[in-house]
């Protein structure tokens, strides 16, 4: 087994953090409307309103 060394763990998590963040953006915008059990119906992400304002966030 290999070790990661304690100098490089601060690169490793915000590598790790940085997938999970694309992942999560990338599951968000994928589908269309859903419609679900008994109808009921969820829009569609804006992606333009939402990317605004995760640069606003930054």
């Not at 994928?30 to 569609?44: E, K, L, S, Y």
Request: hydrophobic residues 50%.
């Amino acid at each position: 087994m290999t070790l990661v060394p304690w100098s490089h763990l601060g690169r490793f998590f915000a590598a790790c953090a940085q997938a999970v963040d694309e992942a999560v953006l990338n599951a968000l915008f994928v589908d269309g409307d859903m419609i679900g059990r008994d109808g009921n119906r969820v829009p569609r992400m804006p992606v333009d309103r939402v990317l605004r304002l995760l640069r606003d966030d930054r």
